[in-house]
Each structure stands twice: as structure tokens, then as C-alpha cells.
């Protein structure tokens, strides 16, 4: 192992942002069963929460309001610590134990990156922690084999995505206040692939790169979601969640990806403030999150 430089942080936070799918099309599907997205994605400003800390020995504690449902032996921030450590050996760069704290905030298996948001903080957070660096490239190289998403979540910017989610084009896009909806209730992903109709639908086209709210909204209804019609039939509840954002006037709403969270961008803060009050009176058993999502910049 190589020695850790002696100045380096000992304590890093890190956000694991909640991923939005704003349109996501199903446009093929490889040999290999993996199936070909066009997905245009924005992040929260809110998600779960990571702290690394140097140790004498390894440690990894869950809490939170969704710790309780995870495991804490077989893990993706885990798996992405050991993938960083192999990756950091080869580059004759610093590492060393460390104890890492996930508060799980989100809700699991919920459409909106949870796991491989949590993976990919864990590379940023470890690479500060350790004042290491890696070859360029490497870093993706690591992300891809974490999972499909765990690319874009390592970005955490607005983005377009292909192939199966490594392909990333970085996007133009408005800070628009975010209400986050799921009903809490199951959803399985190959079951959704399972019923969908067609896996060869028209990709998303050229994107608009545009910060001009009205404008950029009014793009998006254009886009879908393929994955939502089979999940409403799934799971009901979506479709119920979909149409209370709607009430609420929520100027744009939709399911993200295979769901169960669905989410509502709104004009004003106002707005999304009293959404967000009313839609947690009516149903104090569901998840709901009052946040925003991030600008982005194409590159």
C-alpha cells in the first residue's frame, strides 16, 4: 500500500445528488440484454449524504430514514471503494483504511440514482480524501463497471445520455425548484423492460440549449418517458402522484426513470413550497422533497 500523503484532508462530506430523468427513451436493446437509452437528466441540489474519515481500520455505517433497507456488507459504495483502492495501486497513488457514513435520505430503488449516486460520491469523496489522482478516463473506466448510471452520476450536471448511460453529452439547462413525489411502494425494473410495447422508439432529436425557463419547459413536452406507462400499470400510485403534481400546478411533471418517484418543476419557489405542503398533507405516507435542480452548461 502507498503511504497516504501526510497533508491531506481527514474528514470529507460529500452529496450524493438525487438523479431526475426529465425524458428517457427506450431506443434498442443489445445482444448482451442491456437495453439502448436517449435519457436527458438533470440532479437535485439534495440527496444522500457521504463522510469519509481516515481510520485505522475500514468501517462502513448506514443510517438515515432509508438505511434500515440496505446492507452494509454488499454495497456499491463499497464495491466503489475497492474498484478506487485496485485503480489507485496501479497508479502507485496514496490511499488507506477509512471509515465511511452513508445517510440514506432517498428513497431505494426509486428512479432517482440512489445507489449509483451513493458509488459515485464515494469516487469523489475518496479521491479528496486521499489526495489522489487518477489517468484521465480511469475514473469512467471504474464508473462504468460500477453500473449504467454511475457515469452520469459521477458528473452530477445536466447531461444527455446514450448507449446504456456512458455515452454523456453535457447540456444546457435552467435551476428550476424540484418537488420530488413516491408513494413508497415497489417497483420492479425488469418487469417494466418486460411489458414495454416497442424497444426501438424514436431517440430525444437535437436537444435545446436554452436557460430561458418557458422556452426550455415547453421543449420538454415533447419528450417521454417510456418507461412510465408500464410502471403506472404496475404500480397505480404513479399515475395518482403524476396527476396531484399536476394540481398543484406544477408547470412540467413526469415520472423518473422506472419510477416510483415522480416529480413536478414549478415558475417560483412559492409555488413548489405550497405544492409540496399540500401534497405531504394529503398523503403523510409518501416521500416528498422540496428542492431544485441544478444549472448546467453545455461544454
Known amino acids: 500500500m502507498t503511504p497516504v500523503a501526510e497533508r491531506r484532508p481527514e474528514r470529507i462530506v460529500e452529496t450524493a445528488p438525487a438523479k431526475i430523468n426529465l425524458a428517457l427513451h427506450v431506443t434498442g436493446r443489445r445482444d448482451d440484454g442491456y437495453h439502448l437509452l436517449d435519457s436527458l437528466v438533470t440532479f437535485a441540489e439534495d440527496g444522500d449524504e457521504l463522510t469519509f474519515e481516515t481510520a485505522e481500520q475500514d468501517g462502513f455505517i448506514v443510517s438515515g430514514r432509508f438505511g434500515s433497507g440496505l446492507s452494509s456488507e454488499d454495497n456499491l459504495v463499497l464495491r466503489a471503494r475497492d474498484l478506487l483502492r485496485a485503480a489507485l495501486a496501479e497508479y502507485g497513488e496514496p490511499y488507506g483504511p477509512v471509515c465511511i457514513t452513508l445517510d440514506k435520505s432517498l428513497p431505494i430503488a426509486s428512479g432517482i440514482g440512489g445507489g449509483s449516486a451513493d458509488a459515485a460520491a464515494t469516487l469523489r469523496g475518496l479521491l479528496k480524501l486521499w489526495n489522489a489522482k487518477l489517468a484521465?478516463?480511469?475514473?469512467?473506466?471504474?464508473?462504468?463497471?460500477?453500473?449504467?448510471?454511475?457515469?452520469?452520476?459521477?458528473?452530477?450536471?445536466?447531461?444527455?445520455?446514450?448507449?446504456?448511460?456512458?455515452?454523456?453529452?453535457?447540456?444546457?439547462?435552467?435551476?428550476?425548484?424540484?418537488?420530488?413525489?413516491?408513494?413508497?411502494?415497489?417497483?420492479?425494473?425488469?418487469?417494466?423492460?418486460?411489458?414495454?410495447?416497442?424497444?426501438?422508439?424514436?431517440?430525444?432529436?437535437?436537444?435545446?440549449?436554452?436557460?430561458?425557463?418557458?422556452?426550455?419547459?415547453?421543449?420538454?413536452?415533447?419528450?417521454?418517458?417510456?418507461?412510465?406507462?408500464?410502471?403506472?400499470?404496475?404500480?397505480?400510485?404513479?399515475?395518482?402522484?403524476?396527476?396531484?403534481?399536476?394540481?398543484?400546478?406544477?408547470?412540467?411533471?413526469?415520472?423518473?426513470?422506472?419510477?416510483?418517484?415522480?416529480f413536478g418543476l414549478y415558475q417560483t419557489e412559492a409555488a413548489a413550497m405550497r405544492a409540496a405542503l399540500a401534497l405531504s398533507a394529503y398523503r403523510p405516507n409518501w416521500y416528498v422533497l422540496l428542492t431544485r435542480t441544478v444549472s448546467g452548461d453545455s461544454r
Open 136 to 262: 484521465p478516463g480511469r475514473l469512467e473506466q471504474i464508473a462504468v463497471k460500477l453500473g449504467a448510471d454511475v457515469p452520469m452520476c459521477l458528473a452530477s450536471t445536466p447531461l444527455r445520455a446514450r448507449g446504456i448511460g456512458e455515452a454523456i453529452e453535457f447540456a444546457t439547462m435552467p435551476s428550476l425548484p424540484l418537488v420530488l413525489v413516491n408513494p413508497l411502494k415497489p417497483v420492479s425494473t425488469p418487469e417494466i423492460f418486460r411489458n414495454l410495447k416497442r424497444r426501438d422508439n424514436e431517440p430525444i432529436g437535437e436537444m435545446l440549449q436554452s436557460t430561458d425557463v418557458a422556452t426550455w419547459m415547453q421543449s420538454l413536452s415533447a419528450l417521454r418517458n417510456d418507461l412510465q406507462p408500464p410502471a403506472e400499470t404496475l404500480v397505480p400510485e404513479i399515475a395518482e402522484a403524476c396527476d396531484l403534481l399536476r394540481q398543484s400546478l406544477a408547470g412540467f411533471v413526469r415520472m423518473s426513470g422506472s419510477g416510483a418517484t415522480c
